[in-house]
């Protein structure tokens, strides 16, 4: 049975099977190989790197291993997947896309610092250990967002441009008070207790969420579930990480960076934009219609040639 078969009678089986709050093991398995079967079609490989502190970072690598490398930085309660159906289509450079420590299959230290300036260093050593350091195209989403906007102020001299795509970090425009309601966090829709948390999540975080079955949705909300301390905790850190500064030194280096908004974005205000815009006065700016907080899941195409009529402009620079 080929794999693209095989994915749709997993997916058939899935949506045929009564979600619960504990998913049974032929939902968690059928998830497994859709997620795999994802990967393959956009030639991703996951990899393995221990970093210098013991802990492990777990990534995809793919594309044009001989293009340009593309460093892509999922969000807050995300993984590396986020990014996977965009890959198909920005197969011209150099992908690699990590679960940031706390996140996915990378390791879940307690009591790391998961600030953007730790997180953008334990990315430098990736990228140190593969050899792409030199020269290097950041893009971000939401926390991703910020730490790109750290790395690219660490490492200006490295960053080709910058891909920041509702992006997190540029508090000035203050915080959504139903999404971080008080200091605890205790009731915020960012921090999943069960199974319904996450639906709620999944349609707050997208305008025009794509279909996945709630079998599948289930299998996912349940890595949000078991480290919803773990997130808490990083949800404080990231919350009191203003990177405004830091993108001072990007407007001082003149970093080529493209910021992307959905106009329906519910997490993060899209007034944020023109503070980005008014910080790094180089930056173009795309507001995305009936999009929400994740462009490149919600707008995979458009958020994909966007991103490379940036890049088309860069060459000869």
Not at 150 to 164: F, H, R, T
Not at 258 to 266: I, M, N, P, Q, T
Request: glycine share 6%; hydrophobic share 45%; aromatic share 8%.
């Amino acid at each position: 049975m080929t794999l693209k078969r095989l994915s749709l009678v997993a997916l058939f089986s899935l949506s045929v099977i009564a979600c619960t709050t504990a998913p049974n093991t032929l939902a968690v398995n059928a998830t497994q190989k859709l997620i795999q079967f994802e990967r393959n079609k956009a030639k991703l490989e996951k990899k393995v790197l221990t970093l210098a502190s013991g802990d492990t970072m777990t990534y995809l690598e793919g594309g044009n291993i001989n293009g340009e490398p593309l460093l892509l930085i999922h969000g807050f309660g995300a993984n590396k997947d986020n990014f996977t159906r965009i890959a198909r289509e920005l197969s011209n450079y150099h992908l690699i896309i990590p679960d940031l420590l706390g996140f996915g299959e990378s390791s879940k230290p307690s009591q790391a610092d998961y600030r953007a300036d730790a997180q953008a260093q334990r990315l430098h050593e990736l990228l140190q250990a593969k050899g792409v350091a030199s020269h290097i195209h950041v893009g971000g989403n939401s926390m991703g967002g910020a730490i790109s906007v750290a790395y690219a102020a660490m490492y200006p001299d490295s960053v080709g441009s910058l891909w920041l795509l509702d992006s997190g970090g540029f508090w000035s425009a203050g915080f959504p008070k139903d999404r971080f309601d008080d200091d605890s966090f205790d009731n915020s829709p960012l921090l999943v207790k069960n199974t319904e948390d996450y639906f709620a999540l999944y349609n707050l975080v997208m305008y025009k969420p794509p279909y996945i079955p709630k079998t599948v949705q289930a299998v996912f909300a349940q890595t949000n579930i078991a480290n919803r301390n773990l997130h808490a905790k990083i949800l404080k850190q990231i919350t009191a990480d203003n990177v405004e500064a830091r993108a001072k030194i990007i407007a001082q280096r003149d970093i080529p960076t493209l910021v992307v908004w959905g106009a329906e974005d519910k997490i993060i205000k899209p007034e944020t934009a023109a503070i980005m815009t008014e910080l790094m006065p180089q930056a173009k700016l795309i507001m995305m219609s009936e999009v929400g907080h994740v462009p490149m899941v919600e707008a995979v195409k458009e958020t994909a040639s966007d991103y490379k009529a940036f890049r088309a402009t860069l060459k000869g620079q």
